[in-house]
Structure formats: structure tokens, C-alpha cells
């Protein structure tokens, strides 16, 4: 199913070079002030252009088919809708023969029987992350209304109540080619960029995204755990390996001494190991979790692979302009996600 | 909501200190052989008693209140139910007075307004993880008579038709207190538990799970992949700091033309760096993640932390008699979750 | 699957002679004051005993597994049981041979490859409305907190908010045995009970709700209506053959200005032939349907019917103690069904 | 919720005046043979312009967005649109001061705080069964699929075995303005619908459908019964006020030994007074249910009813053309909710 959320609902469709791609959100609060205007700030975000990026631009313009009507939500469910034009036919039937490593050609044709749409990636292809995208921008106004509306529902915990300022959910990369942020990481991360291009070659990244403001009490005990939430939702973003919260991996080689929060004075945990949730539910603390994106699937570079008609192995040099590093486009995505979570929680 | 899966329903209830904590599976299929003796291996391996355990001995018999009939099951929900016997009272006001560090007892004292059952962590208890395992042992023979009927559905890959072998999933630690597995890892982690409970401290662990023979088809793009549908179960089990499908974390450090899995002669990937996903569905090979547990946060070793009663810090030392490292249970219940997110998506 | 609502979900489970019938209700809100004495009132009211019900008396005594501690709900999920003592072993392959007319004997068989628990009808029993009752106990009390603690949420219509009347739910039998409720009912009702038990016959009813002081606001348009979801519920009671809201099957013979509710000096209609909703949304009039019950499938009374096996004809007769209208205990039944569906809208 | 269905999930977006209408409908399988001229047959039995309905003519035409390649569904989700064209700007504000009777407006403008799209009724507009017979179009495929493919799952009742014919959904008006099916009623429908529109008024009817030759097995006891289910999605449609299997209200008025249905020497019901459905499962009889629909609520004819501004009494006449009856385009819309049910349990 291509749908997530229980109160907030998001159906996703579409394909890379079909006629159009798009997102329905069912359970958006009426009154929301909403235009596409609104939608340009993260599109920009997602887009293509940067360094380690691909230089072909998509006009990426959306469309509200439903759901907003003077400026405002509606309450009934909200079609936004991206026409594809940037696409030119080309011969993907190569890709039933010689699937491309890391990609979903080979599981696709399996799973639907070859009637799958190739073209590009078709219904795998990452262009779906713009709907995304588009649905994260409302996940973060449906936020911003419920918490400003009514801080007190779920509660904050006492000790934060004089803190007026709304809940914000901020992504970044911390590591790029395994080169971690920090002094000259910028200037490495260039060349790092630079070197692969050279080659051919792809990168990977880790994102790691802050989740500040948040109420107490958002998540529950066992299956529905704020975590379980986000964790899905993230691993739905095509070239994710792992996600980790707070001291993550490092927790399993450390002391319960260590990793643990006591509380301090002021009634908030002195370190924030758990990364903001405890049992599953926030504790009102940053909620704060890294997640691992593999190199780009698409190289240049000469890979020996299997074609599965001529059953001999070939070479193969994925043709096409592809992002070094897809991941430089991930934080707003990856935003995009986390608000999904937050308002299917808050509504 | 303490429920999960969409054809093969898990609903979880229960307090550590309770009458009973129990299940209720829906979806079941008719005709499955099972009986309480199916329970005994699985819920041994979950038990306390070995190094670094508790040596508190709970009974831990399953209790079959519906949908086995006559030693089958009738396709009606099956409940399992367990009696909570080895529960002594106490003073577990002090709990909200001084929530224990790690513990979910600051939240659920917020998110239930107090209400909350709070004897041994009520309903966030460690315990509920025992009809959790039962689940997964129910799961476990529906997986293996879905894919014993009709090896064909969802479909396997060509390559690995010839190959009865039923799908497996097998769960073990591979990294206790930092030390990874390797020569004499078993004795430096006896040496690290032993050290750890003598200074009245605790450990982590990383559990590494592997499922093969899975079908190739298992899964779906974007918001329910299988990443997302493991991961989300995973994150319910208490104490997961972590997950990481194939190369994981690493993947974001290497290259593309490293992590890829180009296809060998055999039609299978010559490597597995994806864990056995492609674009969230299942693509034959063994399925591979990690999982970080945190230490146990329950320890004998003094905190400074505050009492929100007093308003004053105290010196908080856990009494009872805990698990030096509770994550040596954790396998079979690594083991249980995915065997009920694979149960889900084959019924 | 037997799970009923969206935010307050309610798992049924168990078979007539099993070993126990029970209900777990989960998103219960913590603080709602809960005891089994609260059971009390609802189930002698669905119990057996008056006239035209069958005099066999069972127990019915429930037991809170969990989800309530200190005479208040926690918030955690809430498990009641009761337990069967009142069965008894009998010659049940029979049914496999003769199922009985108008049970579900036949798909059981043929649907669960004849695995079900054909004892008493198996998970199919009347006996499990029992837990349901239980449920809609719960469910009346979250709906009088929430409306009682928040009358603004959802909306009231003005015109209504002097009232500060909390929503009630109360069915009752409206026609029994073709006879409708009006003068002399009484008597004329237990003259065809006594009519029809003589004969070793049944009578079928018609049972009305009416619910009182509904907020304006629940429902949505089209697939979650307000009518569809409690059409949904109310079909989930076996025997049930047909709902109607307000003028029901007689508004297809009305006209327009006839069956129309325009709206009075007080701003509320002046008739309320919509049955209080318009759009699948409650207009915050009484909401009316009437629910049409079969007669009691069970009867002593000779009927021609196939054995399956010896593949003859044969008069059955069926045995056994049985209601001569088992709709007489059905209103406190379409209570609860109604009260889950209202419960599910307000948590 | 604007959704329907477990595994073929349909959600429903758009509103009367917007951009356009339209419906993503998830879990389609792979491999259906589709294209917009599929859905023409029943786009046009939906239009207007017989006797009875408004004359203005809408284009209707179905635009695939996505989940169609070459001819055939691709697995992925299908989204189907419909532009709105035939629409003109007016005064709705009216709608709020003076909401007509019968209609949504006083609900809408409650529920969603006056941020409803007033215009022809918003999302709550007729004109959204479009999409709904569309789903409907893709869901009769679906079902003429899967039992064409495997007409043992789910299982066929063996007497019936020997009977290819598919599983075919039919739905026809049975009663018009209270002139029930029969002898000369083709006239007498004439007739009253004349006399109706000659009074500016408007006539109800019942629609009676059947679905034949469905295989034993589908539905679940109690919460999800098949009467639940197909409920649950004619009371979706607009305009619909009551709902009856089998002998349906006047099976609370026959007897036990009238309304049974014993097994024949064929091993088939001698009659089918449950409907097709017992213990809320299909029986593999022809599954009968009638529809009762209001008189369309938009008349010529004066109503007196409430200026909610001016608080003052005034005589309304809904201006605009519309059905007399607009239950003669209801059959197949009805046959589409039954279609949506169907498939969905056999996807």
C-alpha cells in the first residue's frame, strides 16, 4: 500500500515519465491559509542544481486539484498534482535484460510480472519525493496550527511551558563520503564530490535531523512508538540503510551509566541519549535521530553485471546525468517525513 | 494503539504487575497444527537465568483461550494469555517522584495524567515482550505454511526455485558491551558482564537478525517497503537504539561502485550490501539488519537525578535484580518481529 | 478481521464452548473512573431469563485482565473476559453433516476448511455479543467524558448549547412478530411469544435507536458517513437483515417536499426525516434507525434439510434450549454497537 | 476519512466547482488489461439526460494519471481523474445564510468552520459517484481476474463448481415514487415523474441489486460481515436511507420456519432469505440487497425554512435544474460500492 497515516492520510501515485505524479491528503484541518506559493520554499530545497547534483532541472510546478478553495483548507481531502514534462522516451526494455544494480528493475519485474512501468524508475523512481515533499509542507503548517492552537494538547511538560516557540523540524548532513561536518568539511566535501565525479563514482551521506518543541506524550508503548513512526516513514525514502536515535549505535557499547538521562535541576534530563523519546513517547526534549543514505545506484563507472536474456555477463555504464550524491537533496525530505509522523499524531 | 499488522493482526495488552498480559492474533488461517508445547522453546530462549540475566524465574505459561480447536487452529482470533504471578507490591509512588533514568515512568506519569498502572512499569514493562514472542511463534508456522503450500506465491526468484529449503529466521548477538563476535569473544564477554555487575552497572548489545529463503516480492515501494515495515516493529521492542539493513551506516561511506550488488552469472547479486531489499521489496537474498540495544537502564550504581516532589536532586540507586545486559534475551524477540511483519505480508 | 474503529479499536475473540470469550479495547483514554460493577446494569439487560428468551442462565461475569488500576482506566489497553462454564460436550459433527438452516454452519465449514469449533456455533455464537456489551459499557463512558469535558469539541450547534444534556443511546423493540408497538402491544406480543413457542417456532423484531443530544459535526462525507459506519457496526450483530435512518425505506416513496427537513424558527429542522444526519454528517438532531432482526434460527419445530454426508433429506429438529425471539435481548446490543461507533469518532 | 478497503484501497478527492475530480485507487493488481474507453459504459449509465434527470450534459472524460502502461495496470497506484468544466461562478454565500433542506451546507459550514467549498455542494456534491463508478470499473476487472485465474480461492461451494460463469454485479430501480417493479410500471414511473416535475417536485426509489455467482467464503463473522462491509459502502452514496439483505424488514415479521433456508437435495438453500449471507459470510447464493433512496432534496417547489442571518422565516425555491429523481442514475453507482467491497476482499 502507498499510503501512511491514520488520521493524517497520504496516498502517493504516479510514475517518473508518466503523465503526472502526485499525493492526496486526507485529514487536513479546515482553515489552514494554503497556496502553491507555499510549496516553493522546500520544492527549491528538493531540487536539482547544486553541487553533486544532476544540472537537469524539472519545472516541478504543483497543482491544487482539491481540498483548498479561497485561500484556505477546505477539510476535505487535498489533491496536489505535478505534471511530468521533462521526460523523452527511451529504450527500457535494456533494463528487463540487465537490471541495474541497486536499483528495483530486477524486483520490480519480478513482483508485477514485467507490467511494471520501467521508464525512469517508474513508480520506484526517487521524483516521487516531491509529492512528498509537497505533503511534508502541509504535515508542518498542520503542526505549527495544532501546537499553536492549543499547546496544552498533548502537554508540554511544566518545565518548558514558558517557551512559546513552535515545534521546528531541521535536517542536515553531518557526513558526506564519510567525511564527518565539522572544520573544513565543506571544502572536502567538495573535492570528495569533485573526486567521484572524476570517476564516475557515486557518494553516500548521513542526515541527521532535530525535532525541537515537541509536546510530551506523542508516540505510545509497543507497536505505535514515536520511533516505530518515524522509522517508517523514513525507510520509505528510496537508499536509506539505517536511521539510529539519539546515542544510536554507540548506546550498545555503552555503560547504562552513560547512556541513561538523569534528570537535572531544572526537571530535563542532563544529556539526551535517548534522543527524545522514552517508552516509545517524547519526552518533550529534542528528538534527534541520524539516518544512513547509500551512494547513488546510477554510475558511470563500468560495473560487470548479468544480462538475464543473453545470460552472460556484461559491462555497464549507467547512462544519463545523475546526482553524485543524491543525498544532498535528502534533508528537506527528510523533514518532509518526520512531519508526516507529527501530524498523523497531532490531528 | 498497541496493535499492528494489516492481515495478520497483532493486539497486544497487559501490566507488568497485572492479572495477565496476553495477545490477540487475527487472521490466522485454519488448519495450522499448535498446541501451548509449540510455545516452550521460543519463550525459554526470551527467559531470564543465564549470565548476565536476572536470576528472578518467572513461569511463563501460555495460556490458549481461542482459536485452537481439537490441536489446530479454527481461522478465529487466537488468544493467548499469561498469568502474572511472581509480582510483589511496593512503594512505586516514588516512581513519580523520582522517575527512573531510561525508564518511560516521566512520560507516562505526562501522557496518562497520572493514571497510569505504575507497578514494575506497568504497561512499558520489559514483560510484555512474552506474548510478543508467542505472536512470533504463531507467525512463524503461518509463514511456513504459506510458503510450504505455494512456494509460488509471492513468487521466487528462478534462480532459487531449486532450493526447498523454508524460509528461516535466525537472530544473534554479534556485538556485546563494544566487543564485537569473533575469537574468544564469548569469554571477553563473560569478563565484561562479570566486571559490569560488579560495579553495578549494565551493557548493550547489537543483535544481528537474518531471514533466508525469503520470496522475492515481499514488500511494497515507498510508504510500506519492508525496511519500513521491519524497522517499525523493531522499534517497538523496548530499548532499540537502532537499525541497519546490509552494509548500513557503513554504505554512507563508500562508494556506489562499493555498495552496489551487480548481478553474477548464477542471477544472483555477487554481494548482498542492500540486505536483501531493492526499492523496499524483498529481491531473494538473505535478508540482513542490526539492531542496537541500549543498556539495560535499570542499575544498582548510584544516579544523581531530581525528585520532582522535593524539587531537590538525590542519589537514585535502582533496586531489584535486573539483567546486567537485558539485550541477551533480546534475539528471539528480534525474531518474533520480523516473523510478524513477514506473517502480515504472506497471509 | 474481528477489529472494530480507528482511534478507539476493539478486538473481539472467543468461541461459545472455549475456554473464554473476551474483548480488548484499545485507545481507551487514562482517568475514566471503571469497575465490574459498571458491567453490571448492560448485561442482565442482554441476559436471558424474561419472556420469549431461553431460561438457561450463564454467569457472566467480567473480569478486567488490564487497562485499569485503582478504579480508573490507565490509558493502556483494556482486556475483559468472561469465562465459559456453562457448556457442555455434545455430538457437534452433525452440524458438519446438517447444518443447521439459517446458521453459519455451512460457510464455517466450507471458509475454514471445517478447522472452525463447531461447539455452540463456535466464534460465530450469539454469546459473543456478550464482550460486546462490555465493550459499549466502556464505550458510553468516553462518550459521556469527553462531550461532558468538552462540549465544544466537535461542535455544538448553537441553537443547542443551553442544553447541557449529556448524549444518551436508547434502543428498544418497536414490532415483534409483525406487531408494532402501540396500544395493547404488551399483550398482543406475549401472545404470539407463547403462540410461537407453542408451535416450537420463532418470532423475528424490529429494535429503534434513538440518539439524544449528539454533537453536529461527527461522520464525514461519503466513505466514513456516519451511517456507514454505524450501518457497518450494527451489521456486525448476527440476525441483523436491514437498517434504516429516519423515514427509511418509506422516504423512497416520498416526495421531495415531503421528505425535506427545512429548518424552523429556532434553527432546527422542523421534522427530521434525515434521521439527524445530512451528508453522512450528524446535524445534531436525535439520530433515529431502526435495525430489522430475523427470527431465531434455531427451532424445534420440523425442517426438511440436506445431509450433507449420507447426501439425503432429513427432518431436523434442532435441540437444545433456545430464544423464541433472541432480539429481545438485542437493544442493549444495538446500544453498544452504537456507542463503539460514537466512541471511535470522539477519542 | 475519505478511503475505503483493507488491501484495494479507494480514496475519493475533488469537490463540484474545483479544478477536478478524481480517485487513487492502491493495491490494483498487475497485468489488468485498461484504458479510458473501459470506462465509458458505466460513465454513461451514471449521466444524466433520461426522463427524470437534468437535462445539462457533463464531458465525464477519464483521464489515467498513473498505474497504466502500455494497456495494462502496472501494480502501482491507478489515479483516475475527471476535469470540471461545465461550472459557473455564483452567489453561494446564500447557502450559508439559507442552507437548503435535505443538503449538507448547515453540516459542512458547522464541521469545517464556513471553510467548505460551497459551491454545488463542495466535495459533498453528487457529482463525486463519478469517480466512485470508475473505482467501480476497475473493481469488476479486478474480480472477474481473480476468479478467472483461481476460481478455488476462495473456495467455490461444490455444487456449484461445475458453473464457469464469472461473478456479475447487477443493479436496477425496483420501486419508483412508490410504484413497486411489475406490470406497466415502465408507464406508471413515466407517469409520476411527469406529474412530479410538473409540481416542481421530486420522487425516491429502491434499487434492488444482485451479485451472482459469488464464491462461498467471503466476509468475517461479526465486525467485518459482508452485510457490514457492502453497508458500509452503499451508505457512501449520497441520498441513501436504508439498506435491507434478503427478506430484509419483513423477515422480523415472518417466522422462524418461514425465513430459515433449508439445504435442498442439490445441497443449495431451497430458498435465499438470508440474502446470500449467513454469520455474515457468503453462502454461494446470489447475494440480493435493495437500496432505498430519498427524493432528490434540490426542488423547485417553495419550502419554508430559516434565513440563518436574517433570522427570519423565507420561501426557498433551489434554483438550478435538477433530477426529479435522481435515484434512476443510482443503479450503477450501487453496483460500483458493491464492487469496491467485493474486490477488496479478493484482492
Keep these: 500500500m502507498n499510503t501512511f497515516g491514520r488520521n493524517f492520510v497520504v496516498s502517493l501515485f504516479g510514475e517518473s515519465h508518466g503523465e503526472a505524479i502526485g499525493v492526496v491528503l486526507d485529514g487536513v484541518p479546515a482553515g489552514l491559509p494554503l497556496g502553491v506559493e507555499d510549496f516553493g520554499h522546500d520544492i527549491r530545497r528538493r531540487k536539482s542544481g547544486g553541487k553533486g547534483t544532476t544540472p537537469r532541472i524539472e519545472a516541478d510546478e504543483p497543482v491544487i486539484l482539491s481540498g483548498v478553495y479561497e485561500g484556505h483548507t477546505t477539510g476535505a481531502p487535498l489533491a496536489v498534482l505535478f505534471k511530468n514534462t521533462n521526460t523523452r522516451s527511451g529504450d527500457y526494455e535494456i533494463l528487463q535484460q540487465v537490471p541495474r ?16 512501468d520501467p521508464r525512469g524508475g517508474g513508480h520506484f523512481s526517487g521524483r516521487l519525493t516531491l509529492p512528498i515533499v509537497a505533503a511534508g509542507v502541509v504535515a508542518k503548517k498542520i503542526i505549527a496550527s495544532v501546537l499553536d492552537n492549543d499547546g496544552e494538547e498533548p502537554k508540554k511538560a511544566g518545565a518548558r511551558a514558558s517557551d512559546p516557540a513552535p515545534c521546528t523540524i531541521k535536517a542536515s548532513i ?27 563514482d557515486s557518494l553516500g551521506a548521513v542526515v541527521e535531523c532535530v525535532i525541537s518543541e515537541v509536546p510530551v506524550g506523542l508516540g505510545e508503548p509497543f507497536f ?10 523514513i525507510f520509505a525514502i528510496p537508499g536509506v ?4 536515535f539519539g546515542d544510536g549505535f554507540r548506546a550498545a557499547a555503552m555503560k547504562g551509566s552513560e547512556h541513561n538521562d538523569p534528570f537535572g535541576p531544572d526537571g530535563r534530563p542532563v544529556k539526551n541519549g535517548a534522543g527524545g523519546i522514552n517508552g516509545g513517547i517524547s ?6 535521530f541520524r539516518v544512513a543514505f547509500k551512494p547513488t545506484s546510477s554510475i558511470a563507472k563500468e560495473q560487470q553485471t548479468l544480462n538475464f536474456v543473453t545470460d552472460k555477463m556484461t559491462a555497464l555504464s549507467v547512462p544519463g546525468r545523475h546526482d553524485v550524491c543524491f543525498a544532498l537533496r535528502a534533508p528537506v525530505i527528510v523533514e518532509a517525513m518526520a512531519a508526516l509522523v507529527l501530524a498523523d499524531q497531532l490531528v
Design 174 to 200: 553531518v557526513e558526506l563520503g564519510g567525511i564527518r561536518r565539522g572544520n573544513h568539511s565543506e571544502t572536502r566535501w567538495r573535492d570528495a564530490l569533485d573526486a567521484a565525479a572524476a570517476e564516475g
Design 241 to 244: 540503510r539505517g536511521i539510529e
Design 224 to 233: 505505535n512508538s514515536l520511533e516505530s513512526c518515524i522509522s517508517h516513514a
Design 283 to 288: 519526552n518533550g526534549e529534542d528528538i534527534v
Design 101 to 116: 544494480p541497486g536499483h528495483a528493475d530486477f524486483v520490480a519485474d519480478v513482483k508485477f510480472d514485467s507490467f511494471n
